[in-house]
Each structure stands twice: as C-alpha cells, then as structure tokens.
C-alpha cells in the first residue's frame, strides 16, 4: 500500500480560511445540462489506472456526449492548489479529492457544494461514519468517503509467549504488556524495549484519546473549548506517559526515522509497533509467521477503541457548472464497481466498508480493516484544525507527556493552545 505526506505550512492553511468568492456551498447556478464535461482531481496513489479507466470509461457509457477526466495531483501543496483553483469558476474542477481532516476547512468556505441529497442514494448509511461526520457542517453533508488506511498493533507472538502473555484485550493491558516483554528480553537482545512509540506518530496515539472518550476540543455554545483537561483524556495521557517513562523506544525520534517503525522490529529491539497497515510490507520474511495484529485495544474488555483513520473525501466544486453531471459521477465514485476496484488494487479501505473484502489478503486481513473503519474517530471538525497541525500542537502535547512534564500543566498549557487558535478569525 502507498504511502503520502501532506506537508502544508501553517500561513498556507490559514490562507485556506480566505478563499474569496466562494459562493454559500450550495452549488454553481445552471448546473442542470444534460451532457458536459467534467474533470476530477484526484491525488497520486489513491487510486489506480485500471479504476481511473472504469470510471472515466463508464461515465462516458452512461452519458452520451460527456466526458470524465481525472487528472492526478501530488499531494505536495495541494491545499494551496485547491485554494486556487476552487475559488475559480473558469479553473476550478468539478469532483475533489480531499483529505479527510481538511474537508471542514474547505466546506466553511464555501468552497465545496452540499450533496446532502446524495446520501441514500449513495448508501450514505453503509459509509465510513467518521468521515461523514467530519463532512458534516449544520446538518449538511459536503463530502462522502473515497478511502481510508487504518492502522494497526503488530505485536510478536512468540516474544509474549515466552514472556508469558496473552494479547492484550484493554489499554491497560498493553501498557502491562510492554513492560513485562521487556523486563522478560527472552532473546536477550540489549537494549530491548517492549514498544516502538515515538510522539510524532501523533495519528496513532490520537486513538488512546479517542478510545477513552475524549479529543482535543469540543464545540460549546458556539466557541471550541479544550477537551483535553478532563478525566477521559487524562487518562490516556497517564497510560501513554508510562509507557514512554517505561517501556517505550524512540519517544523523541524524527519524523523521517519514525516512519519506518519496521526497523527496530524486524531488527528484535521492540516486541511491538503500531503502524498504519501497509507496514505490513515490510515485516521480515523470518518474522512474518510470528507476527500478531491488533486493533489498539479498548478501555474495557469487550468494548471498541476508536482509532483515527487517515484518508481522503470526494465533494463537488461549489464553483461547478455542472453540479448534476458531477453527481452522476459521485454516484459512480461510491459503486460497488469503482471501491472494489479501489479496495482490490489499492489496498485502502473503501469508503463504503461494505466492500472491504476486496482488500487483498495479508498480515493484516480486511475484517479487522472494516472493523477500524466502522469504530474509527477524527479531529475535531473546526474550519481551523488544520492550522492546529500545521503549527504542530499535538506533536507539542505528546512530546511534553513523553519528557515526563506535569500532565495538568501540559494539558492546561496546550489547551489554551489550542482553545485560541481554533476561535481565531
């Protein structure tokens, strides 16, 4: 499965917020002809040529004297890109591709039109919730789920075996877990940790919170308010902070060294790693048979975890002249035909999860992958997150828990962090 970046800096995604002209998001005036064409951005590795030939393909089937161009972006300054051209009528696309946490950025604006309408027709129940909740503005939908990539706990059964434990069934257990594999070091490997957990993989620890109730804000009363000073979320932030104090390698890595978490497992330094799946792909062949998945656990046994889920929606241009052409095409986009296309030769998760058992067999088998996806959590829906992660406040959170800060004071000091730039104009 392949990987992207998004790197955005935070003035570019705070320039989002001034998209001029954008109309209301409820669609391009005269978009009723019967025949046009469209052009579609999707972003590179989303999706494959054999699905970007289907669909172009059966659109053009379906409605004689249209076309459907899809035309690939790279991820690279995309969000100035959208910026752009959405904010133009002669250049904006009809159908976009967006990143899944910046899609309420884009449909404050206006910049994305409402396809409320769309939802039963795109068996809106069956779709990814999460992703239709993040699209979701004052009850009113401005995108649908195209993908999502979950992520997982690889764990080495033979290590806990030796160790004497079972897999863990609550985040309780994972944090016991860790310590005892590495008190045991049954290879005897020095330096030996129980977990590869470095802070900047902030989208994996984001499902401790999330598993526990909580997130980063709330919306009150019209204002966002930090959800970080309460007892669910420091809760988490105690189990993660004794893990890092513990049990954990790599707390403080780099972002380039932590994102091959792999190594220091197939290396035998950590019995265990969380990851998103395609790390899978990199498991040494010698490990592979002793390798377990996971879910993150739950808080109870029994219960669900709630992981974040990366990802991308699909929306139609508010700044669009052929809205009802590119709901025709939206329809195609959420078939059974094009996501079990997607889900087959991308390996992601579909929008739609009724059709995650294409995803091709590995490691990782796609019933779990569905499982995530159904119980999965996101960021909270604020037009300005985004410049919450661009200015790197979540990485800030987990790096002052991981250094062994006070976690009243952390989360005191963050939350008003994040409180004021959230409610910022």
């Known amino acids: 499965m392949a990987r992207r970046t998004v790197i955005a800096a935070a003035a570019s995604l705070a320039a989002v917020l001034a998209v001029t002209g954008c109309s209301s998001g409820t669609g391009n005036d005269g978009g009723d002809a019967e025949s046009g064409d469209l052009r579609v951005w999707l972003m590179q590795d989303s999706v ?22 899809v035309e690939m972006q790279p991820w690279d300054d995309i969000v100035s890109r959208l910026q752009t051209s959405l904010a133009s009528e002669s250049e904006t696309p009809d159908i976009v591709e967006i990143g899944n946490t910046k899609t309420a950025t884009f449909a404050n604006v206006g910049a994305l039109a409402d396809i409320s309408d769309l939802y039963d027709e795109v068996d809106g129940d069956d779709l990814i919730p999460s ?9 009113k939908t401005y995108a649908y789920p195209l993908y999502a990539g979950t992520s997982v706990v690889f764990y080495r059964t033979d290590l806990l075996e030796k160790a004497g434990i079972e897999a863990p069934e609550t ?7 860790a310590a005892t594999v590495q008190q045991a070091n049954p290879d005897g490997v020095e330096g030996f940790k129980g977990i590869y957990f470095p802070v900047v993989d902030v989208h994996g620890l984001e499902g401790w919170l999330f598993s526990h109730g909580a997130n980063y ?18 809760a988490a932030l105690e189990q993660m902070q004794t893990i890092w104090q513990n049990s954990a390698l790599g707390a403080l890595d780099a972002k ?25 792909d990199s498991i040494s062949p010698e490990l592979a048979d002793v390798t377990g998945v996971m879910a ?46 997607l889900a087959e030769d991308s390996g992601w998760v579909p929008g739609n999860t009724t059709f995650a058992s294409a995803i091709p067999d590995g490691i990782v088998d796609a019933e779990l992958q569905q499982q995530i996806a159904e119980t999965s959590a996101l960021t909270p829906a604020a037009p ?42």
């Open 131 to 139: 992703f239709v909740d993040q699209a979701t503005l004052d009850g």
């Open 256 to 280: 380039e060294t932590a994102g091959n978490p792999w190594v220091p497992y197939n290396n035998g330094e950590v019995a265990m790693f969380s990851y998103r799946v395609f790390a899978q």
């Open 171 to 177: 985040l309780d257990d994972l944090v016991a877990a």
């Open 217 to 234: 804000a709330e919306e009150k009363d019209g204002a966002w308010v930090s959800g970080l000073d309460t007892p669910e979320a420091k």
């Open 296 to 341: 993150l656990p739950p808080v109870e046994a029994g219960g669900e975890s709630h992981q974040f889920l990366g990802g991308s929606n699909v929306g139609i241009a508010a700044k669009s002249s052929q809205q009802a052409l590119a709901k025709k095409a939206m329809k195609l986009i959420l078939s059974e035909d094009f996501m079990t296309q």
């Open 48 to 69: 494959s040529e054999d699905a970007v030939a289907w669909l172009e393909d059966e659109f053009a089937a379906q409605n004689p004297g249209s076309t459907l161009t």
């Open 384 to 425: 300005n997150w985004a410049i919450v992660e661009g200015n790197n406040i979540p990485v800030d959170l987990y790096s002052a828990i991981a250094k062994g800060e006070d976690i009243d004071d952390v989360v005191t000091r963050i939350g008003a962090k994040i409180e004021s730039t959230l409610n910022g104009d």
